[in-house]
């Protein structure tokens, strides 16, 4: 089994930053991947960014491209996403998800093998 621990989420202004940060523990892969999604109230939970642990490709959903970056830290099997530039649209829960098979970055829920509980993030107007 994984386990996937989040935190960082928080309330935070329009314009502001913030910092998620997801440790996974538990088996390890040999080939995975590690992604951010979020689900606002009323919606589906969509992708947001994720990371192949073996060389860091990385790809991000077109609503955050050069707001978010997701990075890794292999010897904490941790993935970070920096948040910047926050808007009211970006209001969600966001969960930390393992592709435990991965050969490439995959960007739909059901590819993800484990989940994380979930953080708020809220930005105001």
């Known amino acids: 089994q994984v386990q996937l621990v989040e935190s960082g989420g928080g309330l935070v202004q329009a314009g502001g930053s913030l910092r998620l940060s997801c440790a996974a523990s538990?088996?390890?892969?040999?080939?995975?991947?590690m992604g951010w999604f979020r689900q606002a109230i009323g919606k589906e939970r969509e992708f947001v960014a994720a990371i192949t642990w073996s060389d860091g490709s990385r790809y991000y959903a077109d609503s955050v491209k050069g707001r978010f970056t997701i990075s890794r830290e292999n010897g904490k099997n941790t993935v970070y996403l920096q948040m910047n530039s926050l808007k009211p649209e970006d209001t969600a829960v966001y969960y930390c998800?393992?592709?435990?098979?991965?050969?490439?970055?995959?960007?739909?829920?059901?590819?993800?093998?484990?989940w994380g509980q979930g953080t708020q993030v809220t930005v105001s107007s």
């Open positions: 998800a393992v592709d435990a098979f991965a050969y490439t970055v995959r960007v739909t829920p059901s590819a993800y093998d484990y």
């Open positions: 538990g088996r390890t892969f040999s080939r995975h991947a």
